[in-house]
């Protein structure tokens, strides 16, 4: 099973950054929690980022996770 950072925050604190620069440097895919759910549901999130379901959008993000670290194992 592939292994798995998760680097969680607040909206514009640099997470993506951080992860860009880590996924470089450890020659590790990167991968957006937004970005993942919006390719599964096709929902697009505006400035404020409200979700329809968060609920639904966390399970959502918990199976894309686990399909991508038998991806990238």
């Known amino acids: 099973m592939?292994?798995?950072?998760?680097?969680?925050?607040a909206y514009g604190t640099?997470?993506?950054t951080l992860c860009s620069?880590?996924?470089?440097k450890i020659q590790i895919p990167f991968f957006s929690a937004g970005d993942l759910i919006s390719e599964i549901n096709g929902e697009q999130y505006g400035a404020?980022?409200?979700?329809?379901?968060?609920k639904r959008n966390q399970t959502l993000l918990a199976k894309k996770v686990q399909?991508?670290?038998q991806i990238h194992s």
Do not use: C, P, Q, Y
């Not at 592939?2 to 925050?9: E, N, V």
């Not at 620069?21 to 470089?24: E, G, I, N, R, T």
């Not at 404020?48 to 968060?54: T, Y």
């Open 67 to 69: 399909e991508l670290n």
């Open 2 to 9: 592939g292994k798995t950072i998760f680097i969680a925050g």
């Open 21 to 24: 620069k880590l996924s470089a």
């Open 14 to 16: 640099g997470k993506s």
């Open 48 to 54: 404020n980022k409200v979700v329809s379901d968060k």
